[in-house]
């Protein structure tokens, strides 16, 4: 939209960074783009313990994510939430509070609960498991969240993704 000058508004700092970081990502090739979500997504560290509503938590969301979330979704750039936390439910709460449906049905979640998991055998596509160290089935290391999620963007859109087609953004 033009301002009666003709030019178009002007975009804040952290609007351009979100538009410069989703054009980045698309172009690198990123297929999934992975989100820590304590002290990442939300600029406070829940420890997997948040003991208020999922409102409480939605002020803490950073702006840049709130931005970067759709833009991505809008390039055609899977994203997830990727997290030690078990509260998967409160983070999807988080999500519904923070994004459009259209958006949030999108997001993949990762955390630790049992609503996932991960044999041997669905890790080779990811990365060479020479890569790995032994930390593709180690819920102590994001990498096993990382394939999970990958496998998930697998079965949604019928392409592989594997480690380089995939970006952490973690604190």
Known sequence: MASVSGRRPSVDQVEAQALEAAAGLRSAGAKLVCIDFDATFVAVHTGGRWTRSA?????????FFLLLVPLLCEADVSVAIVTFSPQVALI????????????????????????????????????????????????????????????????????????????????
């Open 92 to 171: 999807r709460d988080v999500l519904r509070l923070s994004f459009a449906a259209s958006v949030a049905e999108q997001l993949v979640v990762r955390g630790d609960d049992r609503s996932w998991s991960l044999a041997h055998a669905q890790t080779t596509d990811f990365a060479p498991l020479w890569q790995t160290d032994g930390r593709h089935l180690d819920r102590k290391f994001k990498l096993p969240f990382m394939i999970s999620a990958a496998l998930e963007v697998q079965g949604r859109r019928g392409a592989v993704v594997r480690n380089r087609d995939t970006v952490l953004v973690d604190d």
């Open 55 to 63: 409102t409480e938590l939605r002020a803490h969301v950073r702006r």
